[in-house]
């Protein structure tokens, strides 16, 4: 470790001494424009991957408009004083644990001293112009078709702010909200299945889209970011959902070609919910769960409610009012239920991916104990964290870093 930090504070004097070269071409090369002033050697203190470093420059102010500008430090793409490199892995550590563990494994790891506030405001610059630079680059083009594009859907809560919860109501045993929903998407594709004929989904292919903003936003921006990934070379399209009202209109009104699919556990879940209104809570609710969960798998959900009709129409039910919700759900979801012939076709059945999405982009980052979160705080982490997960952190970065050069 001493030989680490003498080593860092050698590389700092030498980049110091490099960037002081560097300085004096820059400076000699740029002409003041009508109206500036030079002021000459002005000095400024930079954070980088090595330490400090010191600059010494020109600055140039114009008394007009009031403003001013030193061309060294915008060729070096300096960030609210910190280098690109630095300002990167600030970003990249921000998406990962909360601000002040972030600092602590920033100077454990690389040695570097960072307030937690500092790359809290790092994050919260960046991630806005991270999300602009993913929205203006396509994907890289696939060498061949897709042969299937997933999307799939989810909601869950993030604790906020009180002063951004007034209003609002919620599930708390007053009616307040204690927490807003970050509608999460994600993007996923598969070519093969497994010699059983299950289906595989494709490493690495996921990418993932959060937001705190409407359905309808969110409807579009997963339109989008299917869109970038290729949706138009894709030769079958399946949308995965839970059942959600709000999941299936934005599966209508952005994927309307789709196929759309319940997942299979939230199926089973309410069958088993139906089969203990119809027989109440115990063995027989339980076995005729597992011998319905059979049929539905063959696509036999009409059948279903059939034989629940019947048992309700021969010697009532449990409990009638539960038993007629289930049905109704049954009954609207029965299109995207139909099992047997997905899993002929070797599609995914379950929303699972997009659930595990929910835990490990958004909860495992913003639903700390102790964590509250402004809206714009809580979706610049999102930003960052859905970019790192997505595994296209460094692509969006270095798109970033090209156009603040242009």
């Not at 470790?1 to 090369?29: I, N, T």
């Not at 203006?136 to 951004?164: C, F, H, L, N, W």
């Not at 109501?169 to 307040?176: H, I």
Request: charged share 25%.
């Amino acid at each position: 470790m001493g030989l680490r930090a003498a080593l860092l504070k050698d590389g700092s004097k030498l980049l110091e001494e490099l960037l002081g070269y560097a300085s004096l071409l820059c400076d000699r090369s740029t002409e003041p424009l009508a109206q500036e002033k030079v002021y000459h050697h002005r000095e400024r203190t930079v954070e980088t991957l090595l330490g400090k470093v010191v600059l010494s420059r020109d600055y140039f102010y114009c008394a007009q408009q009031q403003q001013g500008h030193t061309p060294f430090d915008e060729s070096l793409g300096l960030i609210e004083g910190y280098s690109p490199g630095l300002a990167r892995l600030m970003c990249r550590i921000a998406a990962e644990q909360s601000y002040e563990l972030a600092a602590a494994d920033l100077l454990a790891y690389a040695g570097v001293a960072v307030e937690g506030r500092a790359i809290a405001r790092m994050a919260n610059l960046m991630g806005p112009k991270m999300r602009a630079a993913r929205q203006s680059q396509p994907e890289p083009e696939a060498p061949k078709p897709i042969p299937v594009m997933y999307a799939s859907a989810d909601g869950t809560g993030v604790p906020m702010m009180r002063s951004e919860l007034k209003g609002r109501k919620g599930r708390q045993p007053d009616g307040s909200a204690r927490t807003r929903e970050v509608k999460l998407g994600c993007i996923f594709t598969q070519h093969v299945a497994d010699a059983e004929g299950n289906p595989l989904r494709d490493p690495s292919s996921t990418t993932y889209i959060g937001t705190l903003e409407n359905a309808a936003d969110f409807g579009l921006q997963l339109r989008q970011e299917a869109i970038r990934r290729g949706m138009g070379s894709a030769c079958k399209i399946v949308f995965l959902g839970d059942g959600a009202p709000w999941v299936w209109e934005q599966a209508r009104v952005n994927f309307p070609s789709a196929i759309c699919i319940l997942d299979f556990y939230h199926a089973f879940e309410h069958l088993g919910e139906l089969c203990a209104a119809l027989d109440g809570i115990g063995p027989p609710a339980q076995a005729r769960t597992d011998r319905w969960a059979k049929m539905m798998k063959r696509g036999r959900i009409g059948k279903i409610l059939l034989k629940a009709q019947q048992i309700i129409d021969a010697h009532g039910a449990a409990n009638e009012e539960e038993a007629g919700r289930q049905i109704e759900y049954f009954r609207k979801n029965e299109h995207r239920m139909r099992y047997d012939r997905y899993r002929k076709e070797h599609l995914f059945i379950g929303s699972g991916v997009v659930e595990a999405g929910c835990r490990t982009v958004i909860g495992q980052r913003l639903k700390k104990s102790g964590m509250f979160w402004s809206p714009p705080g809580a979706q610049n982490v999102i930003d960052l964290r859905s970019a790192l997960l997505g595994s296209h952190f460094d692509r969006d970065w270095d798109t970033l870093t090209t156009q603040r050069a242009a």
